[in-house]
């Protein structure tokens, strides 16, 4: 019988191990067990209860370093009570004339529909949800918790409605406040394709077949006008500036295009603006009902494209 050939690593474990008195024997495989390692010493457990958190030393990491006790160093920190949390609800709920018919009907050993009442806390229950008060202050209170918390990390509306819809029932205001946080807005995720390969603006065969459109606002007033429309012909660069106030609509800006524009050089074929879909779908319908050229303005395309060239 020979031995077997031990590799660098095994050989390193055995000569480490033989510095120990153990012996290996064989047993059934039916008598193996989870083990638990801290339930083989017996100075883990001295007496129960707080022994073994002593004995862990990660419980007892160093929050504040030893320079950081200056009185210039310390900060005041705020610690909130979730017990005045639920007394601040209980008494919303109270001056809600709907909840405290409902709450008056439970003191009387009536039931309502859908309505329960939590017995440990008083809580009023709504389909098992807390029912919370429409009251900006506790609201935001239990946003808080559940949403600016660092173990919670700013999560989307989906998220943060799972953690707050086990206990409270608010939907509408989780998602106009996870709208609205900043942090949020800087770390989610992008779901969207992949952009695109820039395309050029094409490039006009004649004068004033393609537009550009931009505005110059907050001017000094000058006349009663604060506003200017620029409007460059791409092909020869030709530059119009209209005078105008902020406040302009669409059919305003429709009729000033038609005196400006249509009526001395005719109809275009493309108007490039950075203005949104909302100037588009109102700007275009207007200025083809004003011009009373419907069937030749069908031709017309407003397209929301940036022009470096305009700005």
Known sequence: MSSK?????QDRLAEFLSEFPFSITYGPSHLATLLDALSHWENVYLERGEDFIRKNQMNFQQLIKQDEFQPSRLFAVKVECFSN????????LW??????????????????????LKTSSQLLLFKDLVVVPVDPTIQLR????????????????EKTLKLVKWDFHMTQFINSYVSSCQQFSRNKNTHHKKFGLPKPLPIPN???????????????????????????????????FIPTMSSITSLDLAHLFIKNIFSKH????????DRGSLFVSFFGPIFVSSSRFQEICQLLTIQKLMDRQRE
């Open 206 to 240: 004649g004068p004033w077949i393609f537009l550009s459109m931009d505005f110059i606002t907050q001017l000094p007033l000058s006349n009663s006008f604060d506003s200017i429309p620029a409007i460059v012909e791409r092909f020869s660069k030709m530059e119009v």
């Open 266 to 273: 005719g109809l275009s074929s493309r108007i490039f603006s």
């Open 5 to 9: 050939v031990l590799t660098f690593h």
């Open 142 to 157: 239990i946003l808080q918790k559940h949403h600016d918390s660092p173990l919670a990390g700013h999560p989307g509306q």
């Open 85 to 92: 949390l639920i007394e601040s609800i209980q008494k919303e």
């Open 95 to 116: 001056q809600d004339p709907q909840y405290r018919s409902i709450l008056q009907k439970f003191g009387k050993g009536k039931s309502a529909q859908d309505y329960s």
